[in-house]
């Protein structure tokens, strides 16, 4: 076999592709142009398609970019929209809280009349023993109008400002309440110890147990009397004359939504 | 191809066009008879360059006969093409190698110059008996210009006349 190289290979083939152009020139369609023109056209068809087909997809990826773009902003915005509905419904929540809170105090707090104030507390520090709360009107409250919950004692009003209204709790420090046992057999006097209470002034041979609940005993001139003060949780007798008594605030400071300011309530008016 | 051989060419085209005249038998169009010298380069010639002659003797046939001029260069080169690769192969060069090659060459023409055409959309229609024909007759008429060559009648024709002479 004769050895057939690449160059006579693709002279020849160049030749008879020369070759079948000119053919195809010489023959005419039927709308009269040369056979090689539609060839032509037959050639560049898919070209033209894949071209035209390209700035299809092009214009569609333009097309999602900005759609993807929009998208991606309005997903933000809905974010931050449901976010907004989020904090509005736990706020909601907890106005709820409020409102069914304050209707357990209307219900069974025997304090509450036309005087009384009903507050909403918005900060509180229970380890200084402080409070702010709010009244849906500007009100101006005596300082040391006694503040309760239906849970029992909160605090007493320091400030007054407006809409403002600032408690120092039975917790703080400096707080002081008279209480006595529901039998009013045992007296003695609750004091502040940031965050927790003691009894003071309790003597040794008081008939008392933990878990009892102190109510105040209006002694201190401050508070009401009978409105829940403490619970006893821990008795100790140690060589002074008066026991050592731990207790803590019947009413749960820790979630108290709704106070009530009894400003009108004195020693003499009851 | 050289200038003594174009007239002999150009004889055998005529001869192709009057083989398809009115009045003559349909078979008669049949034989290639320029095929003979496709052949010949093959046979009879030591080199082998690219078939130019054979491209030249096809867009001359395509001038004469054809509708366009184009496909017979492509079907007479191919052809030429092989009948040199096959002579490269076959050491026999006797007059039934010529009607080989000749048959070789007349399949080999119609089917390409069929299929060169087929995408011109000119309606060409291919029977197996018409490339069998073809092959036949163009292999016969090869057959018999290689008995000629083997039968070297100038040799006999010198001797001839050298006997008469003593």
């Known amino acids: 076999m004769v050895a057939v190289s690449r160059s006579l290979v693709l002279r020849t083939l160049l030749v008879w592709a020369a070759l079948e152009t000119a053919a195809a020139w010489q023959v005419r369609t039927a709308d009269g142009s040369p056979l090689v023109l539609s060839w032509l056209r037959a050639l560049l068809e898919p070209v033209s398609w894949v071209a035209g087909r390209g700035g299809e997809l092009a214009g569609d990826v333009g097309r999602g970019a900005g759609d993807l773009r929009r998208v991606v902003v309005e997903n933000r915005l809905l974010r931050l ?64 109008a006694p503040a309760v919950t239906s849970g029992g004692l909160v605090g007493r009003v320091v400030r007054s400002e407006g809409r403002r209204h600032w408690l120092q709790l039975i917790t703080h420090q400096a707080a002081a309440a008279a209480v006595q046992t529901p039998d009013a057999e045992v007296q003695g006097l ?25 109510l105040s005993s209006g002694g201190d001139g401050i508070f009401p009397p009978g409105i829940p003060t403490a619970r006893v949780v821990r008795i100790r007798e140690t060589s002074e004359p008066f026991l050592e008594i731990g207790a803590v605030p019947a009413a749960d400071l820790q979630s108290v939504r709704v106070v009530l300011l009894l400003p009108e309530w004195s020693r003499r008016g009851g | 191809m050289h200038a003594r051989w174009i007239l002999p060419v150009l004889l055998t085209l005529a001869a192709q066009r009057l083989l398809g005249l009115p009045g003559l038998p349909a078979w008669a169009a049949d034989p290639l008879l320029p095929a003979v010298w496709i052949v010949a380069a093959a046979l009879r010639s030591r080199e082998r360059p690219w078939p130019l002659a054979a491209l030249l003797i096809g867009l001359a046939l395509d001038i004469v006969q054809e509708p366009v001029v ?63 024909r073809t092959a036949v007759f163009t292999g016969a008429w090869c057959g018999l210009v290689g008995l000629v060559f083997a039968l070297d009648l100038p040799q006999r024709w010198r001797t001839l006349r050298a006997r008469r002479l003593r």
């Not at chain 1, 904090?87 to 009384?116: G, I, P, V, W």
């Not at chain 1, 609750?190 to 009892?212: C, D, F």
């Not at chain 2, 007349?106 to 229609?125: D, E, N, Q, R």
């Open chain 1, 190 to 214: 609750v004091l502040g110890g940031g965050g927790t209470l003691s009894v003071a002034y309790v003597p040794r041979q008081a008939r008392l147990e933990r878990e009892t609940v102190l």
């Open chain 2, 70 to 132: 184009g496909p017979g260069g492509i079907a007479w080169s191919a052809a030429a093409l092989a009948l040199n690769g096959l002579a490269g192969v076959v050491a026999d060069r006797s007059a039934k190698a010529w009607a080989g090659f000749g048959a070789t060459a007349g399949a080999l023409v119609t089917l390409v110059h069929h299929l060169a055409v087929l995408p011109l959309g000119l309606g060409s229609s291919l029977s197996a008996a018409q490339v069998l």
């Open chain 1, 81 to 144: 929209e449901l976010e907004a509905l989020r904090a509005r419904d736990l706020l909601l929540s907890e106005d709820l809280a409020a409102q069914r809170e304050l209707r357990l105090l209307a219900r069974d707090s025997a304090l509450f009349s036309a005087t009384a104030i009903a507050a909403r507390c918005i900060f509180r520090d229970l380890p200084a023993g402080t409070m702010e709360v709010r009244t849906a009107t500007e009100v101006q409250v005596r300082r040391d």
